[in-house]
């Protein structure tokens, strides 16, 4: 079991910065691929990014490349969320998540925190 909590959401001017964070329990965090995830008003869940056990190695949506960073610290069960250069289309819940199989899909889910994006 992995319980994820999500921080660090709320309104923000377009062009501006957030930076969310994640804190996860449960499971030695060290272990967990970790992901972040979007889903807007009307619109399927997205894929944002993820990142490594150790947080050497991330990947990125196209559409946040360039703008949004993955990192995380393992000594405090924390992964985080730094966006720059936000844009109003980026307004979304936004979910981090646990890979904790070799399926490669996420299988734990953090309950979501809101990101505004006002033009």
């Known amino acids: 079991q992995v319980q994820l909590v999500e921080s660090g959401g709320g309104l923000v001017q377009a062009g501006g910065s957030l930076r969310l964070s994640c804190a996860a329990s449960?499971?030695?965090?060290?272990?967990?691929?970790m992901g972040w995830f979007r889903q807007a008003p009307g619109k399927e869940r997205e894929f944002v990014g993820r990142?490594?056990?150790?947080?050497?190695?991330?990947y990125y949506a196209e559409s946040v490349k360039g703008r949004f960073t993955i990192s995380r610290d393992n000594s405090k069960n924390t992964v985080y969320l730094q966006m720059n250069s936000l844009k109003p289309e980026d307004t979304a819940v936004y979910y981090c998540a646990a890979q904790t199989t070799l399926t490669g899909t996420f299988d734990y889910w953090g309950q979501g925190t809101q990101v505004t994006v006002s033009s």
């Open positions: 990142i490594s056990r150790s947080g050497a190695i991330t």
């Open positions: 449960g499971r030695t965090f060290s272990s967990t691929i």
